[in-house]
């Protein structure tokens, strides 16, 4: 079994870390409001 692909691993942790965890976190926010799940944050991007 080789091993070189453990090379990758630190790249991988870093873009979980810096790029997948600050999108999810957003994503998460733009969902859930203080009463529970909605999409009004949604809503609030079109009025004007």
């Given at each position: ?30 969902f ?17």
């Open positions: 079994m080789s091993l070189s692909w453990l090379g990758v691993i630190p790249f991988l942790g870093y873009v979980a870390l810096f790029l997948l965890l600050p999108t999810a976190i957003i994503a998460w926010s733009a859930v409001g203080p009463d529970g799940a909605t999409t009004s944050n949604f809503g609030k991007l079109t009025r004007t």
